[in-house]
C-alpha cells in the first residue's frame, strides 16, 4: 500500500515547561522525529531541543496507546464503545450526587493538557456537576510558589522574560533547582551567561548540575532556606544595600520586615542551616550590588510544609534588592510540566478560584460568568488534591473524574493514596496509557497525546502558544476537548454546537479571563512567538516583563510578607537516621507515563536508585550498584545504590519518575498549611544492603 505523505506540525514541546518550540514530524499515525525550530525562536534555544523534546516523542508510538474506552467488570477491563463507556460515567457521577450531595464528587485536571481541555474540564466541575472540587497537580509542583507570589505582588506567576532577562542578567540566585536536568534549555541559557560574565550563586542541599558552573555553591541543611534567605535579607539591609528609593515609592510593610529578619545574624544562619558565615557575606554582598539579579527555584524550595514562607521570603529578598519591574531582573518559578502554568493555574481548575484567578464570591465576576454560562459557578471553596484523597476515607467523596493525571504515584504516602482511591464507588480515568492510577479506574477513556491535538499551552514565563497535531489519535482515542464535550452532553449540555473546536474555546477563554482577554488564535497565527499575559485586548502586544510601572494591587504597591523560620517537620532520629530528598532526572519526566515507555530514555535510567555519599555508604555497607533497602515511617522501597558525594553523608536522593522503587511510598502526608503543598523534600529514612 502507498505510504501517506510526512507531515509537520510547528508546535510547542509536551514536556516542560520551557516551552522549546520545534517541527514535529508525523506520517500514518507515527511519530518520525522533532527538529528544532527557527533558531531565534523565542523560548526555542540557538542550541537545540533537549534530549528528552528530541528523543522523547516516541512515546505517542508505543504499543501501549489506549484504543478503546474500557469498563471494568469482576475485577477485569473489557472493551467497550465511546456510548457505553460515556453512558456509565453519567449514570454513576449522578447517581453518586444524589445520593450523597453534589459535593460528593471531585475532578482533576491536567497540566499536560491544553489551556481550551483545562478550562472546560473545570467548567464541567463547575456548571455541569456543580461542584468547585477541582483541582491538579500543580498543587503539587509549584502552589506555594502561586500563593506566595500572590501575596507579595499580586499575580502568581515568573515576572520576567527567558531569553532577555534570564539569559542576560548580572547575577543569579538559584535554589532548589536541578536546572541541568529538569530545564535543560535553561541552563543552557545560564551556563552562557555565567560564561559571559555573569554572577552564579546556587543554594542546594545537593550538589546539583548547575552548581558546577556557580561562583558559589552554598549546601544549606535540608528544609532551612528561610533562614538563609532572611540572613541575606538583613545583611543587604545592614550594610544599605538595599534598593531604598523602590522600596520607599513602590512597597508597603518594610519596617515589619526589617524587624522579623533581625535574629538572622550570619553566625546565627550558619548554626541552622550550615551555610559558613563568610559564604553568606559574599552572596549577599554581591546581590546587593549587582545592577540585575533572577531568583530562580524549582520544587526544592516549593514542596515544603512550609514551602509557602520559602518563597515569600525569597520574594521579599527581590523586592528588598529592587529586583523587580526591569529588564534582565525577577522572581523565576521553573515550572515543571509543559502548561502546568496555563492549564494548572490560568484557566482555574482549582478549588478556590475561577479561571483568571478571580474570585467566584465577587458579585461581578459571579454575574459575569453568569451572562456566559447561564448559571453562576459554586461560591464555596473545594477540596484540594490532598483533601480529596482525605475525603475519600471518610466517605465524602464517593467519585472522581481524571483527566491525565497519576495521583497513585504522584501524592505523598502512596500506600495512603492508594487506600483512599480504593474505597471510592466510582472512579473514571481520561488518559493515553493504562497508568498506575488508571488500574484503579472503573471506566477508561482513551484520549489524544500532544502530538495528535490543536490547542494552545502557556509556558513558565506566561507565554501563550500554539500546539498543533503531526498524526491522528490511535485507534478509537478522541482528543480531551472532544471528551469533554461529548460527556457535558449526557448531563443536557450541547456544548458541540456552542464550540467548533478550541479556537472557540479560547474566545470564550478571552471574553471571561481579563489576563487572556487579547488572546485569540487568529493573532497567535499571526504571532508565532506567542503572547505573554497579561494581554487584555487584541490591540495589546502582551507582557513581556511584569510590574513595570505598578505590582498588581488596587494601590500598586508590593507588600512585603515577612517569612517566620521553620525547619523539615520530621528530623532524623535513631531508626530513621538519613534525610531524603526526592526530584527528577534528565532522560524522565513526573511519574515516568511517558518517558517510561521511550527505549532511548530507558536505555539511560532504566530503573530507580539511591544516592547515597561513599562515607556513609561504607558505614552501612553498602556496595555501588548493588540494592538496598530504604525505609520511612510510612514504608520501604528497594532500589539500586549510586554511590556519590553530591550531598552530605547524612541526605540521600531517590528520583521521582518509577513504580518500581516509588519514592512516594517514603514521603508524609504532610501539608503546608497555606498552599496545601505536601512535604516531599524532607523524609527521615534509613538504608540498609540487601
Ligand atoms: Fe522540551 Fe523542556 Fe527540553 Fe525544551 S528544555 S525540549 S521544553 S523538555
Known amino acids: 500500500t502507498r505510504r501517506s505523505r510526512i507531515t509537520k506540525a510547528e508546535t510547542t514541546c509536551n514536556f516542560c515547561a520551557v516551552g522549546c518550540r520545534f517541527d514535529l514530524y508525523g506520517r500514518d499515525g507515527e511519530v518520525l522525529g522533532v527538529r528544532p525550530a527557527d533558531p531565534e525562536a523565542t523560548p526555542a534555544n540557538d542550541f537545540s531541543t533537549c534530549v528528552k523534546g528530541k528523543f522523547g516523542y516516541d512515546f505517542a508510538n508505543s504499543d501501549d496507546r489506549l484504543e478503546h474506552p474500557l469498563i471494568k467488570e469482576d475485577g477485569e477491563f473489557r472493551e467497550a464503545s465511546w456510548d457505553e463507556a460515556l453512558d456509565r460515567i453519567h449514570a454513576e457521577l449522578s447517581g453518586i450526587q444524589e445520593e450523597h450531595g453534589q459535593h460528593s464528587v471531585a475532578v482533576t485536571s491536567s497540566s499536560k493538557c491544553t489551556n481550551e481541555e483545562n478550562f472546560l474540564n473545570q467548567k464541567f466541575a463547575r456548571q455541569v456537576l456543580g461542584t468547585p472540587n477541582v483541582d491538579n497537580c ?6 506555594s ?4 507570589l500572590k501575596q507579595v505582588l499580586g499575580y502568581g506567576a515568573m515576572s520576567n522574560r527567558i531569553n532577555e532577562d534570564i539569559g542576560e542578567t548580572d547575577c543569579y540566585l538559584i535554589t532548589g533547582s536541578n536546572t541541568t536536568e529538569s530545564h535543560p534549555v535553561l541552563a543552557t541559557r545560564i551556563k552562557q551567561n555565567v560564561r559571559d560574565g555573569a554572577d552564579l550563586f546556587v543554594f542546594d542541599p545537593r550538589k546539583v548540575g548547575i552548581a558546577e558552573h556557580a561562583d558559589q555553591y552554598s549546601r544549606p541543611n535540608p528544609g532551612t532556606d528561610i533562614a538563609w534567605i532572611n540572613g541575606l535579607i538583613r545583611y543587604i539591609v545592614e550594610h544599605d544595600l538595599h534598593a531604598e528609593e523602590f522600596i520607599e515609592e513602590r512597597t508597603k510593610h518594610f519596617d515589619e520586615l526589617v524587624e ?4 538572622f545574624t550570619p553566625e546565627k544562619v550558619e548554626e541552622l542551616t ?6 553568606l557575606v559574599n552572596a549577599a554582598q554581591t546581590i546587593g550590588e549587582a545592577d540585575t539579579c533572577i531568583f530562580g527555584w524549582a520544587m526544592g524550595m516549593t514542596q515544603h510544609a512550609h514551602g509557602t514562607r520559602n518563597l515569600l521570603a525569597l520574594t521579599n529578598l527581590a523586592l528588598v534588592t529592587g529586583n523587580l519591574g526591569k529588564p534582565r531582573a525577577g522572581v523565576s518559578p521553573f515550572r515543571g510540566q509543559n502548561n502546568v502554568q496555563g492549564g494548572g493555574g490560568d484557566m482555574g481548575p482549582a478549588p478556590h478560584n475561577l479561571p483568571g484567578y478571580q474570585d467566584p464570591t465577587d458579585e461581578e465576576v459571579a454575574r459575569k460568568f453568569e451572562a456566559e454560562w447561564g448559571e453562576r459557578p459554586p461560591e464555596e471553596v473545594g477540596l484540594r488534591l490532598p483533601e480529596q484523597f482525605e475525603e475519600m476515607k471518610e466517605g465524602n467523596i464517593r467519585g472522581m473524574f481524571i483527566m491525565g493525571e497519576n495521583p497513585v504515584l504522584s501524592e505523598p504516602d502512596i500506600r495512603d493514596a492508594e487506600e483512599s482511591i480504593g474505597e471510592l464507588d466510582f472512579l473514571a480515568v481520561q488518559d493515553i496509557f493504562l497508568t498506575e492510577t488508571a488500574e484503579f479506574a472503573d471506566v477508561v477513556l482513551p484520549a489524544a497525546s500532544g502530538a495528535e ?3 494552545t499551552q502557556t509556558n513558565t514565563e506566561r507565554r501563550i502558544q500554539m500546539v498543533r497535531p503531526a498524526i491522528e489519535p490511535p485507534g478509537e482515542a478522541k482528543r480531551d476537548l472532544d471528551i469533554l464535550m461529548e460527556l457535558a452532553e449526557r448531563w443536557g449540555y450541547d456544548w458541540r454546537s456552542k464550540y467548533d473546536g ?3 474555546v479560547m474566545d470564550e477563554i478571552a471574553r471571561l479571563v481579563p489576563i487572556y482577554g487579547g488572546v485569540s488564535y487568529d493573532r497567535l497565527e499571526e504571532m508565532p512567538d506567542g503572547i505573554q499575559w497579561p494581554c487584555e485586548d487584541e490591540d495589546d502586544p502582551g507582557t513581556p516583563y511584569l510590574y513595570e510601572d505598578e505590582f498588581n494591587f488596587e494601590d500598586g504597591k508590593a507588600r512585603f510578607v515577612p517569612a517566620d523560620y521553620a525547619g523539615p517537620v520530621e528530623l532524623p532520629d535513631e531508626e530513621f537516621p538519613l534525610m531524603l530528598s526526592t526530584g527528577r532526572v534528565l532522560y524522565h519526566w513526573h511519574t515516568g507515563t511517558m518517558t517510561r515507555r521511550v527505549e532511548a530514555l530507558m536505555e539511560q535510567v532504566p530503573e530507580s536508585f ?6 556513609m555508604a561504607e558505614e552501612l555497607g553498602v556496595v555501588d550498584g548493588e540494592y538496598v533497602k530504604v525505609t520511612s515511617r510510612r514504608g520501604d522501597i528497594t532500589v539500586k545504590a549510586n554511590v556519590e558525594d553530591q550531598s552530605d553523608p547524612g ?7 518509577f513504580v518500581h522503587g516509588a519514592v512516594n511510598e517514603l514521603t508524609q502526608h504532610e501539608l503546608d498549611p497555606d498552599s496545601y503543598i505536601p512535604e516531599f523534600k524532607v523524609t527521615s529514612v534509613k538504608v540498609e544492603p540487601v
Open 502 to 504: 478550541p479556537a472557540d
Open 453 to 455: 491535538k490543536l490547542g
Open 145 to 148: 510558589t502561586v500563593t506566595a
Open 260 to 263: 522579623k529578619v533581625d535574629p
Open 610 to 615: 539511591v544516592t547515597i555519599h561513599p562515607e
Open 138 to 143: 500543580a498543587r503539587l509542583c509549584h502552589s
Open 651 to 657: 541526605v540521600v536522593f531517590i528520583p521521582m519518575h
Open 274 to 279: 550550615g551555610v559558613p558565615e563568610e559564604e
